[in-house]
């Protein structure tokens, strides 16, 4: 018996690995759950976009994928990306194919590396500027009308050669099977992407790629899934260490405020869609290579099945877990601190179907790749008690995930 699973799962790996090999920057959508893996090529055709990321999506992506089956698309699907802010459009498109595997059950272990090649780092803000704008922020508590914001930063890097896009989105894909990985096609920056879909499609000039931890929601038939997180440590290379930073943030009256806080929001905006909604008590600790997290599974039933999985994520869109709270005060803040424009991180990734069913996730852990040069972004949550040195760190152990996977480990100190 063990001999038949270990080959199943041989070949399970085999699989993932040709559809990851299949990926063209330029040309492709990815993305991986544990519900499966889907790469979708070529584009047929842009979901319309309006200077206002949120205004109607969810109608306007109906209308489109109703459009699509009136012209012979069986159960047609939207794939892409959503912005955090209101600046940018989302950019969601029709594939001219849709093909999927099923995830490995196991980490694949990743390719062997020659020596990592050196790049220039640009920090925004500073290391210091960023704790500057913790304090900043921790101040403005004192007025009454915040009790959380996240503040991110980025890191710019430069490399000497460029970076393989395939090969830092199988790395990411194959090393948690269980996690959330996702590659877009984007505009370059500063261009809004309208293209005149009736003509021959020109390669987009950004790949914006991730593996997120955070389910935002997911739907499957009238069953409802959504995966808050807020609350980390960094994780330790000591076992002994590791636990015990594990239990102190199973126990921390800070993060579990902050953790409370995120699940609260969230359930308030399912249960005008959902029945039943199951909710734990407390929040479990789970583990990626480079944080522990606080993570609390709610699960529901849908009000009407004609609601889709991004009507419900656009409800949902921005949690405290990447904005804060109140919403509005916080992402004002995250204006007047943040010397960056977020762009589509902190925004959400995913699909959906014309049946309505399909995954979206949070835009973190993620990079921009572009050209010669990356960027790569990471947030924490100031909450009361925070402290600057520790939000620093925090940051600095999310930007791991994707160093890691590009061979920049060593590429910055903190």
């Known amino acids: 018996m063990t001999t038949i699973d270990s080959d199943i799962d041989g070949l399970v790996a085999e699989e993932a690995t040709r559809l990851l090999a299949a990926y063209e920057a ?27 990321a949120r205004a109607d999506l969810p109608g306007r992506v109906r209308e489109f994928l109703a459009g699509a089956a009136e012209f012979g698309r069986h159960n047609p699907v939207v794939v892409g990306a959503v912005p955090f802010g209101p600046n940018l459009p989302a950019h969601l498109v029709l594939p001219s194919e849709v093909v999927r595997a099923d995830p490995p059950a196991v980490a694949v272990p990743r390719s062997a590396r020659g020596e990592a090649p050196r790049c220039s780092v640009r920090q925004v803000p500073s290391a210091a500027e960023y704790e500057r704008g913790v304090e900043r922020v921790l101040r403005r508590f004192d007025d009454g009308d915040l ?20 090969d830092v989105l199988g790395n990411l894909a194959l090393a948690d099977p269980s996690g959330f990985t996702f590659a877009v096609d984007l505009p370059r920056r500063g261009e809004d992407g309208t293209r005149d879909t009736a003509g021959p499609q020109p390669p987009l000039g950004r790949t914006f790629l991730g593996a997120s931890p955070e389910l935002l929601v997911s739907r499957r038939g009238t069953a409802v899934r959504s995966n808050p997180m807020a609350g980390s440590r960094p994780r330790s290379s000591d076992p002994a260490e590791d636990r015990r930073r594990a239990e102190e943030l199973a126990d921390s009256d800070k993060d579990l405020r902050e953790h409370a806080a995120v699940v609260e929001a ?34 529901g039933e849908l009000r009407d099945p004609r609601t889709s999985s991004l009507e ?7 949690t405290p877990a990447v904005c804060g709270t109140p919403v509005a005060a916080a992402r004002s803040v995250i204006g007047e601190t943040e010397p960056f424009d977020r762009g589509y991180y902190a925004g959400m990734v995913g699909w959906c179907d014309a049946a309505g069913d399909g995954e979206w996730v949070v835009a973190i852990r993620c990079a921009e790749i572009e050209e010669e040069g990356l960027r790569l972004f990471a947030g924490a949550g100031i909450v009361a008690g925070s402290d600057p040195a520790d939000e620093l760190a925090e940051t600095s152990a999310k930007f791991r995930t994707a160093l890691s996977a590009m061979g920049l480990d060593q590429a910055v100190s903190r």
């Open 26 to 52: 330029g040309s492709s959508f990815f993305f991986s759950s544990s519900r499966g893996m889907m790469l979708a090529r070529g584009v047929d055709a842009t979901v319309p976009k309006t200077s206002c």
């Open 147 to 166: 009790s959380k914001v996240v503040l991110a930063r980025t890191l710019e890097l430069t490399p000497e050669s460029p970076v393989d896009v395939r």
């Open 266 to 299: 969230v359930v308030r905006a399912l249960e005008p869609l959902c029945t039943d909604l199951r909710v734990p008590s407390r929040p479990s600790v789970i583990s990626t290579a480079a944080m522990w997290h606080l993570a609390t599974e709610i699960t």
């Open 312 to 318: 419900l994520a656009d409800a949902l869109h921005p």
